[in-house]
């Protein structure tokens, strides 16, 4: 991940709070032996309209009957339990939704997957999957019960992006992200994949405004929190990049060709290195969910890196057939690239024009006797 976001605070967080609820105050204390009501929901009254709503007014939506029945489902599941059984699970629910400890591969946080429960609740496992997994949908949250209390998806995006003024994909860098200004919006990523785990996928911790490329075209389903099977078939645990991180941190990308002929230049004669050395297990992880050397190298085989370098040769020839006058001279074109990968790296992908045109440099390529028009 090129940069962390900043985490905007925000009226849909209270439908976290209410599934907290339902976990913490209803399902786990199922045991007791309560009839599944409505009036168990009193410790949270706005949730409890909602589930008054779903539950028995004639005029419920047929999304919202599925939500209570779901809920009740899950509760009989629950009251099944015993007390070492819950606190287990309890565990899981704290760790799947502490994304920075997660992220970090702490071990106090308990990640569990609808896999690791099945083992030992079939039937509990299938019921939170056909919760979760459908949680996140406008067909529910649109639901007139629900939105009036937590607010639209559209709106959290409008406040998010108005923070988060980047304009791209912190993920990528190189796709933009549709801003306050356009009628639409991006797509919401979950970080962990609902299709994996549960109790989390309405967590907007675990949410996160993602290009289409990077979201549905490269990381699809795929899990950033366990690496591909080793050698022996074994399948461990990884740290990644935490989405929100307060830390300052600049990724270091260091290009270097094979060769100086650009017209034939090809993914292959391309090597990407990345540091600092100390986030190389989430620059790994980041590489291997996001495909970025594939995209990246593809990006410097592309028109745009031709036209970067046509920039150069255009500076560099009114200069000296100006005799100075007009153009710059290269090293001072290359100056300036630096100041902007350093100040804004990601407006027009600086931070890899710039890595980009001293590989150039390195290998001749901006020598008067190979320099030729790439346009």
Known sequence: M???????????????EFIDYIFFEVWCNAPIGLTFHPNLFVGKPELQDVMSEFGFSAHAAERGKVFYKDVKAIYENFAL?????????????R????????????PVAQLARYVDIATSHPVLSKNLAEFFKDLYSQSLLGLAALKSKIGSIDEHYKAFVAINKTGKCPYCGISRLLSRY???????????????YPFNSINFKNLLPTCHHCNSSYKGSKDPAYAPKDAAGVVNRRKMFYPFSTEDYRI?????????????????????SFGPPELAEQIDTWKDVYGIEERYRSELCSEDAKDWLEQVFTAKRLHNETKGVAGRPLEEFLEE?????????YANANFLKH???????????????VMVNVA
């Open 182 to 196: 356009n009628t639409r919006r991006e797509a919401y990523d979950h970080y962990l994949p609902k299709a994996i």
């Open 355 to 369: 890595g980009f045109l001293e590989a150039c440099k390195a290998v001749g390529i901006f020598n008067t006797a």
């Open 95 to 106: 760790g799947n939704n502490d994304l920075e400890k997660v992220c970090a591969n702490d």
């Open 337 to 345: 690239v630096a100041c902007h990968a350093t100040n804004s790296p």
């Open 2 to 16: 090129l940069f962390a976001y900043t985490y905007v605070p925000h009226q849909l967080e209270k439908m976290q």
């Open 252 to 272: 270091e990308i260091r290009i270097l060709l094979g060769h100086s002929d650009i017209e034939n230049l090809a993914p292959e004669d391309i090597d990407l």
């Open 81 to 93: 339990l015993s007390v070492r059984e819950i606190d287990q699970l309890k565990d899981f629910y």
